[in-house]
């Protein structure tokens, strides 16, 4: 179940919209397509939380669904019924998701994190550009104009995370999410890249903790995570709590540590506050530090326990 619509299911949740608790029959009729077809179609919105129906004796009904996200959705059609919303349609949704929860400078950045191809890319930017509804602020952003659509990819994208973290563990807990990318919280073992303290143990840090940290992304193909990534993904997932296993595996490889790459994907994801000052921690030896971090003499007694 992915994060994505079609055109013609948009066109079936308007309808739904504007007009709930019509029959499936009624809603085949409204939209000219076949009922075999808008069955089908209101059966994956069930699915991805946009609808739901109701069986009285033998007439089924479709309304949109209680779920946060539904809400926003249907608000945003009702609201904005001049709007034609096929810019959702297919990778639409994964772009402005993407941008919405990510600080992007280039079209480079958004193809390599959304991984929507540039002949997709291009005609959908332009399309955003067009209705005003992606402008470029230092990075690229939704205008603020677009509270609701914004706050719908926000609740879309957590709900099918959340359903996807749970068929993979039952205890799951998604620490963090961008798009149909995040880091999920499970005491199970799992299948996945593990990374943040979990992983911290491959470059020398031996932590024993009760749960594990993974990074999930629909992707037939993935990169290795490399240190940096896991450092990342450690803050990602705690910020500025539990933050003496990141220490401790930054101070264990600090000379192998890419500082360009790592401050570079730090600004993408809205942490580099905390990069930055870990990297000034490192350099003063503790005497510029934030709050949150150890004195350097704590950190020192905490590198010896944790070394492998």
Request: hydrophobic share 35%.
């Amino acid at each position: 179940m992915g994060m994505n619509l079609t055109k013609k299911e948009l066109k079936l949740l308007r309808i739904i919209a504007e007009r709930p608790h019509m029959t499936i029959t009624e809603i085949s009729e409204a939209a000219n397509t076949p009922i075999s077809y808008s069955s089908r179609a209101i059966s994956r919105l069930e699915r991805k939380g946009l609808a739901t129906t109701n069986k009285m004796g033998n007439t089924k009904t479709v309304a949109f669904a209680d779920t946060g996200h539904g809400i926003l959705l249907r608000q945003q059609m009702l609201e904005n019924s001049h709007m034609n919303l096929g810019f959702l349609a297919n990778t639409g949704i994964r772009i402005l998701a993407t941008i919405n929860c990510l600080n992007l400078l280039t079209w480079e950045e958004i193809h390599e994190y959304s991984g929507v191809s540039y002949s997709a890319l291009r005609p959908k930017m332009n399309q955003f550009t067009e209705v005003g509804l992606v402008e470029k602020k230092k990075s690229y952003r939704i205008h603020p104009r677009f509270t609701t659509l914004r706050e719908f990819l926000q609740a879309f994208q957590s709900y099918i995370n959340n359903q996807t973290a749970k068929r993979l563990a039952e205890d799951a807990v998604v620490k963090w999410e961008c798009c149909t990318r995040f880091l999920l919280e499970t005491v199970k073992k799992l299948r996945l890249q593990a990374t943040g303290t979990t992983a911290f143990i491959s470059y020398g840090a031996l932590f024993i903790t009760p749960t594990n940290l993974y990074l999930y992304e629909k992707k037939k193909t993935m990169e290795p995570l490399r240190l940096e990534d896991h450092l990342l993904n450690h803050v990602l997932a705690y910020r500025q709590t539990n933050i003496t296993p990141y220490l401790v595996a930054w101070a264990l490889n600090r000379n192998n540590i890419d500082k360009a790459t790592i401050i570079k994907k730090a600004r993408i994801h809205g942490v580099d506050d905390i990069i930055e000052a870990t990297i000034n921690y490192f350099d003063t030896k503790g005497k510029e530090k934030p709050p949150y971090m150890p004195s350097w003499s704590e950190l020192n007694s905490r590198v010896k326990e944790y070394q492998r």
